[in-house]
């Protein structure tokens, strides 16, 4: 195995892998930076330009697509509050605070460097557990499917801060939403208002930009001037003026933080169909969960931005596991990498590895050296990049609307995904106005669609509804669900109680 990685990276190392590589690597990082405007869609505009070279080089390029995407989504998230992809959504809670707080260097690169050791992480299992992690999500079916669905909306519990209630009464509102338009598995129509568009429900990215976006700049807009630029507290000069050594030693000196956030990327990266936004979350709420002081998380913790972004690029080798070994995608990016194996004669699946190992370790290596190139890209363009900062908020947040308009219409080419788009976003406002999180509303709006598809079925395969609590792997995630909302009610107790003590505490003073 080792003598064929090695080769892979030596083969990698040629020009003619490497350039497509780098260019790849920068195209996604770009796309994931911009609002709106998804690794997906970056791959698929990419796509008809590797039809004309040789299959290591056209998935070497979209290899680095996946990684250069899931990390650049965390400069829009961590400096302007706004998630560039969904699966950096997470890494805005504790990015954005930050970087508002007057650290924004400090912000993006321990989103960098978390991704490039989360990235790393996830390729070790990627190349030693393909064959173990993808035999056991075969053991998945519809049961296993809903119980994870629903330990990871257990999360709501812990991603809200002041009231319980509220959140779930967000979430709810996010599960209300995927039930707008057709029945997935019947076809019958529901909530459409007669509104010929809500046919087929709505689409999840227009929400997830309408919601943050228009939220924040609204939000921003009311409380301050619009020549107002993003930060005051410091100068180009000290943003730009970040210890690497320092950061990546605030990350390694978390050793579980790191190692379990990049399991959770890489087991939810084999897992078809759910998704880094997801192990970003799931990554998250752990993260949270664990720590010894959760009441930091959303104010800044260096923490939840680790969890975030290792979760993140540790789902990219996850995802790789089933199109290699099951030739079954992941996500909607592997599927697109699996259409150009289909278009280039070569047939993915169990006999993959033996059949074509040059090209199978050639894309382990791609896959290894798109980091410290996606680390060098984002290096470059730090000194650009972070300089958005400065700019004032009347010409940067009508920019920001239009590319997430644009972004929005660009998905079917229609203007009813710029009409959800704006009515999330009054929506999203009208959240916060009104004390509504808005995390635990996007995550029903991520998990909804899903569990209700697989619970519908499980019944229609065995109506029994015990089987649920009885499979083994099925009852032990709900179990795990029910555990991770008594941990957090026990955390928010916990809290209430520090900060009701603090407040007695000045009160006497």
Same mark, same amino acid.
């Not at 809903?146 to 009231?163: D, Q, T």
């Not at 599927?335 to 590895?353: C, E, K, N, R």
């Not at 798109?370 to 940067?396: D, E, S």
């Given at each position: 195995?080792?003598?064929?990685?090695?080769?892979?990276?030596?083969?990698?190392?040629?020009?003619?892998?490497?350039?497509?590589?780098?260019?790849?690597?920068?195209?996604?990082?770009?796309?994931?930076?911009?609002?709106?405007?998804?690794?997906?869609?970056?791959?698929?505009?990419?796509?008809?330009?590797?039809?004309?070279?040789?299959?290591?080089?056209?998935?070497?390029?979209?290899?680095?697509?996946?990684?250069?995407?899931?990390?650049?989504?965390?400069?829009?998230?961590?400096?302007?509050?706004?998630?560039?992809?969904?699966?950096?959504?997470?890494?805005?809670?504790?990015?954005?605070?930050?970087?508002?707080?007057?650290?924004?260097?400090?912000?993006?690169?321990?989103?960098?460097?978390?991704?490039?050791?989360?990235?790393?992480?996830?390729?070790?299992?990627?190349?030693?557990?393909?064959?173990?992690?993808?035999?056991?999500?075969?053991?998945?079916?519809?049961?296993?499917?809903?119980?994870?669905?629903?330990?990871?909306?257990?999360?709501?519990?812990?991603?809200?801060?002041?009231?319980?209630?509220?959140?779930?009464?967000?979430?709810?509102?996010?599960?209300?939403?995927?039930?707008?338009?057709?029945?997935?598995?019947?076809?019958?129509?529901?909530?459409?208002?007669?509104?010929?568009?809500?046919?087929?429900?709505?689409?999840?990215?227009?929400?997830?930009?309408?919601?943050?976006?228009?939220?924040?700049?609204?939000?921003?807009?009311?409380?301050?001037?619009?020549?107002?630029?993003?930060?005051?507290?410091?100068?180009?000069?000290?943003?730009?003026?970040?210890?690497?050594?320092?950061?990546?030693?605030?990350?390694?000196?978390?050793?579980?933080?790191?190692?379990?956030?990049?399991?959770?990327?890489?087991?939810?990266?084999?897992?078809?169909?759910?998704?880094?936004?997801?192990?970003?979350?799931?990554?998250?709420?752990?993260?949270?969960?664990?720590?010894?002081?959760?009441?930091?998380?959303?104010?800044?913790?260096?923490?939840?931005?680790?969890?975030?972004?290792?979760?993140?690029?540790?789902?990219?080798?996850?995802?790789?596991?089933? +199109? #290699?070994?099951?030739?079954? &995608?992941?996500?909607? %990016? /592997?599927?697109?990498?699996? $259409? @150009? =194996?289909?278009?280039?004669?070569?047939?993915?699946?169990?006999?993959?590895?033996?059949?074509?190992?040059?090209?199978?370790?050639?894309?382990?290596?791609?896959?290894?050296?798109?980091?410290?190139?996606?680390?060098?890209?984002?290096?470059?363009?730090?000194?650009?990049?972070?300089?958005?900062?400065?700019?004032?908020?009347?010409?940067?947040?009508?920019?920001?609307?239009?590319?997430?308009?644009?972004?929005?219409?660009?998905?079917?080419?229609?203007?009813?995904?710029?009409?959800?788009?704006?009515?999330?976003?009054?929506?999203?406002?009208?959240?916060?106005?009104?004390?509504?999180?808005?995390?635990?509303?996007?995550?029903?709006?991520?998990?909804?669609?899903?569990?209700?598809?697989?619970?519908?079925?499980? +019944? #229609?395969?065995?109506?029994? &509804?015990?089987?649920? %609590? /009885?499979?083994?792997?099925? $009852? @032990? =995630?709900?179990?795990?669900?029910?555990?991770?909302?008594?941990?957090?009610?026990?955390?928010?107790?916990?809290?209430?109680?520090?900060?009701?003590?603090?407040?007695?505490?000045?009160?006497?003073?």
């Amino acid at each position: 195995m080792y003598e064929l990685l090695g080769h892979g990276v030596a083969n990698i190392l040629q020009l003619k892998y490497l350039i497509p590589l780098t260019i790849g690597t920068l195209v996604g990082v770009i796309g994931g930076a911009l609002p709106g405007v998804t690794i997906t869609m970056t791959i698929i505009v990419a796509l008809p330009f590797t039809f004309g070279l040789d299959p290591l080089q056209g998935l070497s390029a979209m290899v680095g697509i996946y990684v250069g995407g899931s990390a650049g989504g965390l400069i829009t998230a961590t400096l302007l509050g706004i998630p560039g992809t969904p699966s950096s959504l997470a890494t805005m809670f504790d990015g954005f605070p930050l970087a508002k707080r007057g650290e924004p260097g400090r912000a993006v690169w321990l989103g960098i460097w978390a991704s490039f050791y989360g990235g790393l992480l996830g390729g070790i299992f990627l190349i030693a557990a393909t064959g173990p992690l993808a035999s056991f999500a075969l053991r998945f079916g519809p049961w296993e499917y809903f119980s994870l669905f629903v330990l990871a909306l257990s999360m709501v519990a812990g991603l809200v801060e002041a009231s319980l209630l509220k959140g779930l009464i967000a979430g709810m509102l996010g599960l209300v939403v995927t039930v707008l338009g057709n029945d997935p598995m019947m076809g019958a129509p529901r909530l459409t208002f007669g509104i010929p568009f809500l046919e087929g429900g709505v689409n999840f990215l227009p929400v997830l930009i309408g919601v943050f976006a228009f939220a924040q700049i609204m939000t921003d807009a009311e409380k301050m001037g619009g020549t107002q630029r993003i930060t005051h507290a410091v100068s180009a000069a000290a943003v730009l003026a970040v210890s690497h050594a320092k950061i990546t030693w605030e990350i390694l000196s978390r050793p579980f933080l790191l190692l379990w956030s990049s399991l959770i990327g890489v087991w939810i990266g084999v897992l078809p169909a759910i998704g880094g936004s997801a192990a970003n979350m799931m990554a998250y709420d752990q993260a949270k969960k664990f720590s010894k002081r959760p009441e930091a998380f959303g104010t800044g913790a260096p923490e939840g931005i680790i969890a975030a972004e290792s979760s993140n690029n540790a789902n990219v080798g996850g995802s790789l596991v089933t +199109i #290699m070994a099951f030739g079954i &995608p992941g996500d909607a %990016v /592997t599927a697109v990498m699996l $259409g @150009a =194996l289909t278009i280039h004669g070569i047939q993915s699946g169990p006999l993959f590895i033996s059949q074509q190992p040059t090209l199978a370790y050639g894309i382990f290596a791609a896959y290894l050296l798109a980091h410290p190139i996606m680390v060098l890209i984002t290096g470059i363009a730090a000194r650009w990049a972070l300089k958005v900062v400065t700019v004032p908020k009347a010409l940067l947040y009508p920019i920001v609307l239009v590319l997430c308009a644009v972004g929005a219409f660009a998905l079917n080419n229609t203007m009813s995904n710029v009409y959800v788009l704006l009515t999330f976003g009054v929506l999203g406002y009208a959240m916060v106005k009104v004390g509504l999180p808005l995390a635990p509303f996007i995550l029903g709006v991520i998990l909804g669609d899903q569990i209700e598809i697989n619970l519908i079925r499980s +019944i #229609m395969t065995d109506p029994n &509804p015990w089987l649920f %609590v /009885t499979r083994p792997i099925s $009852g @032990a =995630l709900l179990a795990a669900a029910v555990a991770s909302v008594v941990f957090a009610l026990w955390q928010h107790h916990r809290s209430e109680a520090k900060r009701r003590l603090r407040e007695e505490d000045v009160a006497d003073f």
